[in-house]
């Protein structure tokens, strides 16, 4: 019994020396897939050409955890649209990646950003699932995952607003990292409003200006603390355009640049207008009153009362949702999504194609210097993060097998 349980344990080790191998083959390969980039080719961080000309500028509170893939567009994005100045950033404590180096990017390029780290905002609830020191193991049920990521946003976004209105900033966005605050120009099966109203006189075949400048000539009650829009959701299927004239003109001729990068470039189809998913505000900081944040779909019922399907006809914005690329919407651990999740949050029936977003690139281009630093700034980080993220799983992948193989040799040892 003793010889039969050695030779068992000679055969798992072996296993676990030739799935190393394996792995660092794996590894090997998709850093040649990735167009050389390498993890020793971090973007380097570059100054601004000019910043952003508006009325004012917008702050935003964001919660990030493995989203260091759509990140760097998100920012070059409200950079330059809204203009966002002003950003705090909450890092999930079950992170596997840093987003440091993206922000420390685009912190060199104008804004002023602050991160908090290990659930500094924290703020303890009831429930055992709401306590800062509430350990997560394989028993822990989805539900309570779930609420807890939801107790977790709720009181970060009490704490961030708190620390802006204390700076006595305003107008402050409240959506994720897959999310897109963006102009909500009419469709084109859309009957325009005779009412002279802000959505009306949007123009989107005229130069592309700032929210900055639609909100301060706005027609939306002043008294608001906050307002809610709709939003859309943008599944995963890549557009072809034969001429490229939906494309940014200012990098088509860049030998570096892939519109496939971009989910404001590469994703197009939308669900109609008339289907909305529940909505995300925008709200003034300096009005904040310390009062408990209901969910990041209502900030405040006294944007939304209980509806959180704003009326979408008037408003002069709306929130462009992207499942986008698998690659950006996996992550490694425990993900309770996977793979059948996206395909089913693509199986969304009739949509509708949405051009809006093909011409904020080229003001970016502007404020940065050009396509070369728009690369540096979007694209590189994108594909670094990529392979970080491939690196990431592969390795858990290997851990849980060496894992598994340690306790085959326990077993084979004592049998």
Known sequence: MR???????????????????????????????KEGISPDDAPVILKANVKPTAPFSFSACLILKDDNIILPEWLAYHYTVLPL???IVGVDSLSHTDPSPILDAYQKLGMNITTWKNDSFWKNGREPWAKKKFTITNSTSYDDLRRRKRHRQNVFYEACLQKLHDENRTWTMMIDADEYLAFNYYDDSEQKSSENNTRSQLD?????TTMADVVSQWDIDPKLPCVTFARYLFVSTDTQDDDGKDL????????????ALFHTLRYRQRNPLKSPQAGKSILDASRYDRSPIDNPHRVKRLCTGYNVFP???VMPFRVHH??????AFRSPGFDPRGRSYFDKRNNVGDTVRDNTMSKWLDKFATLVGG???VIELTQKFR???ELEMERKILEQQQQQRYDWEKLNMKTAFWA
Request: net charge neutral; glycine share 6%; charged share 20%.
């Open 3 to 33: 010889r039969k349980g050695g030779i068992t344990v000679y055969i798992s080790c072996l296993s676990v020396v030739i799935l190393t191998a394996i792995q660092f083959s794996l590894l090997a390969d998709i850093t040649n897939k």
């Open 85 to 87: 100045d002003r950003l």
């Open 204 to 208: 989107q075949s005229s130069p592309v």
């Open 248 to 259: 940014p003109q200012q990098l088509l001729g860049h030998p570096d640049f892939n519109a």
């Open 311 to 313: 009326d979408n006809k």
């Open 322 to 327: 992207y499942v986008g690329s698998w690659e």
């Open 371 to 373: 396509a070369e630093k």
């Open 383 to 385: 594909l670094h993060a």
